[in-house]
């Protein structure tokens, strides 16, 4: 990998950190309890309720991405950044670019079952 294809990976690490944290500030927002005397009906209030459930999963993912774009950012200067984990190949520059905390290249995360 050239040092240009790791400063464009980089900025889009720090791109994707940006937006990560954005979308979780909004989901902390969005899952945070209602109150018992809010003035909801039962069917509103299921359905808000059932909001919050997808919201709160979607807010781990996205905290488990945060945690993963963090340590890809440590990893992206080093010479075993973009090696697939299992068969020490290159990861594809474009797979690095559109998802930079891939550990597995695309063949490898099929046969695995990642």
Sequence with gaps: MTITQREQIKNKIEVDLK???????????????????????RDT???ILELQ??????LRR???RL????????????????VCLECDEEILFER???????THCVAC??????
């Design 62 to 64: 996205a905290e488990i």
């Design 96 to 102: 690095l670019l559109l998802l930079p905390e891939s």
């Design 19 to 41: 937006t990560t944290i954005h979308e979780m500030e909004l989901l902390q927002e969005r899952t945070k309890p209602i109150a018992p005397d809010c003035a909801l009906g």
């Design 67 to 82: 945690n993963r774009l963090k340590y890809a950012l440590q990893k992206v200067d080093h010479e075993d950044y973009g």
């Design 53 to 58: 459930r997808v919201d709160a999963t979607t």
């Design 109 to 114: 995360k099929s046969e695995l079952g990642l």
């Design 45 to 47: 209030r299921e359905e």
